[in-house]
């Protein structure tokens, strides 16, 4: 029987699936439209309890999923979400141990994600120009305990990447194909680069400065993420969705000596 | 420079963008539509180089990302899409070092994918009781290298699971509902269970019987990937897409003391 | 040039897309959250002028489209959107002159669109057994001027419905199954049946119904709009969307002696 | 009791849902996978019947619907889906009586859709340069029954259009905004411009031409349908599906007086 403790993060949900994650302060209280938690009547009891407050409304108490902790970290930009996050980790090979890198940082939901992903053998570098993105995804990273695993860089890409011989690499900026070049040189040859894009042109422009920059077998897709609701006897889908995030574009490093065609 | 050696699984790409994935052995060669390619000239060059078939086609030759992988394992069932496997993990919050189970193994594509996730420190149970499934599912995992972070297990878990403090555990079968006593037996308390069921019927019927086995916090979703043709000028999603591959289901293991509404 | 007139209906449209739809009426005007527009203003100009409302907001006034009419009816339940009134016209073959036939009729916008497509020629049978339901639809109907297209019947179909040999008919009730005799008496031999459910067990459960009650060739469907951001530098899909409505289910009328298989 | 009769269009059903449209003639047989049928057997009995190939295989006889019709059309060309047909019919506001322009015919889908849907007492006007495809739409739509309501004009209508104060115009064209011109001079004032375009280029530019043409409040969307085995016991969408058709484009014609904005 695994117990809460002081220190843990911690999801609470209510009955019609209302959700707030805390990280477990015995000194503190949650305070929510339905009445006050106690943190300290959330420790020490076992994961899956139900615990009340103080106007009696019930609440499950669980550890957060990767998912959760991504969906609730503090941000101050448009974070890359989970619906994308578990296909671009699949797609990049971030696998436990690896090397990975990215730019720019922007609140750090896909660090948290890249810094979870490669476990403590492994080590994220990310980039970012703004000094407070960058802080603000320190405190999230230190908040889910994963910043030991993280570079953190203050510096524009375009002067160049410190690193090299990285076997993947995901470019969040509005102008990725400003970039191609030191993302080329950072990546190991054959790496794979990836981007989210919001709009069409963008993504018209990224495609269009691929070959030049010795980038081929390029791939365009997006993430639809529809949720029902889970009702047994009324099953059906939500009545609204997330229509779009981005479009994620992948390619892969190639010799330089190679030409490519336009479709790659 | 890292260079392809024998062994190593390859991944080869034509400029319309058409697939293989061969494990590297001198010995062999790959017939193709447009010409053979012998392993040898593919072998000791560097990631990301052309290489060109008997006939003058050129292919270009990379290391295959684990969504790669996933796509091409040997298959006598339907498997898990990328898609699909990048949530679940997220949602199941597999890592490094972690224990995750799951039921059936099939031809073993969510193996692989939990296998690869939890890295060497980790480990992955997976029942199935068809030999002939378990067994192709071994030969995808020693493929990509990855067998010796699996047990598989042989076995019906309607007689049990064996394991217990799991923190997340999988159900990949027709009538998941059926096993949900013993999913509540080997989770860790709070601990995530996922399901995924191609029709609208068995999803109601796993929601419905959810909360009798204490589970709760129900979430069902689908996921859609829609791909375009990845060329500048002439951005547009592809013809056609797969429409659907299976509704997910995840769950949290609660207190058996606690009533659980319909809703969850 | 085409000029409004007093007892039309128009639209307003300001640059940011948000709409108005009203009837004009010298003695009225229209308050906005960006100032007042009188209708004597909007009335004697051309459509496709543009407007200014007291605090110097600039609007255009359009004829509204059917579209436009459908969605901004008053309304006292879930109307039938746009997106599938669209299919379900073709997929009922509803041409100028037919006769049509729905129950229930809700608010009316299903009426209002049956009723603009047969024509002053053709004829719409509209039953509900609510009273202020009807009344709400009549009020819709009157004032797109397409009330004398249509029988409003205030009557429950379980009853039976006094009209025989109509080529196609919708339900949008929320057990279309428990009509289904009624249904097939009041088709002509080989027409067509419509039905929207929210649910997937209503599907389920219709679809189940439908061979025992003379109704073969079954289609079930969804459909999903997603509008962009109609911005030529940025196009991009809009951020949330309608993810679900109803599912859409036709079958066809058959002889009552043949033996239909459940699959149809 | 509606009986079949020689010069009907038919369509056959198997029971697994393969469909076959003909147009009935008491000398031809229709040759299918699984058998003969002899179009006299189908002539003269009640629609909804079901009739059996000489190998025994049983089809449900039926009056095709305006959407089986049109996507049985002969093509040399893409043809407007159903799914987008129906929404288009509503947002250019087509009703029974009216007056509508497209260019160019393609091979008549949307010619037949809208000559079905103004009626008798409507007209429908099309252009388009090639005698080739044209002639192919007036097959199609002699075969339908609506040839009769439509004009077809061999002629480029960068050349002009003939046609003044038109309610409503459609372009589906590769560079409908090299004729905003034109379709501004044919359209009545606050008249209903729409266009289908397969690429996100292509819409970037039509969108960018609108203002400098005076096309204002633009809406760009895109329709997916879905459908579903028609299962009750095991419900569930189809395994793949059409993923893009084309983006739709609509916009409304403004006095020539009036400055629009970019965002319309």
């Given amino acids: 029987m695994i117990l809460s403790q002081a220190g843990d993060q911690a999801l609470l949900v209510d009955r019609d699936g209302k959700q707030f994650i805390l990280k477990l302060d015995p000194t503190k209280e949650l305070q929510t439209h339905r009445g006050v938690l106690r943190h300290q009547d959330l420790i020490g009891i076992p994961w899956g309890s139900s615990v009340t407050s103080h106007t009696g409304v019930k609440y499950l108490l669980f550890q957060p999923t990767l998912r959760d902790l991504l969906l609730h970290i503090k941000r101050s930009s448009q974070i890359i979400f989970p619906k994308d996050l578990g296909y671009i980790l699949l797609r990049l090979s971030v696998r436990p141990g690896a090397r990975v890198l990215e730019a720019g940082t922007g609140s750090g939901a896909l660090t948290c994600a890249l810094a979870w992903s490669v476990g403590p053998e492994g080590h994220v570098y990310s980039y970012d120009r703004r000094a407070d993105m960058q802080d603000l995804a320190r405190r999230n990273l230190e908040r889910i305990g994963l910043l030991d695993r993280v570079t953190l860089r203050l510096a524009d890409i375009s002067e160049g990447i410190e690193e090299t ?100």
């Fill in 165 to 264: 011989d990285i076997p993947s690499l995901f470019l969040d900026l509005p102008h990725p194909e400003d970039y191609l070049k030191q993302a080329h040189a950072a990546l190991r040859n054959g790496g794979v680069l990836g981007a989210i894009l919001p709009t069409s042109n963008q993504v018209s422009r990224f495609l269009g400065a691929l070959p030049a920059h010795h980038f081929g077998h390029p791939e365009v897709c997006e993430l639809l993420l529809r949720f029902y609701k889970p009702v047994a006897e009324r099953l059906r889908p939500a009545d609204r969705m997330v229509a779009h995030t981005g479009y994620l574009i992948f390619a892969s490093s190639v010799s330089p000596q190679e030409p490519i065609s336009d479709a790659g």
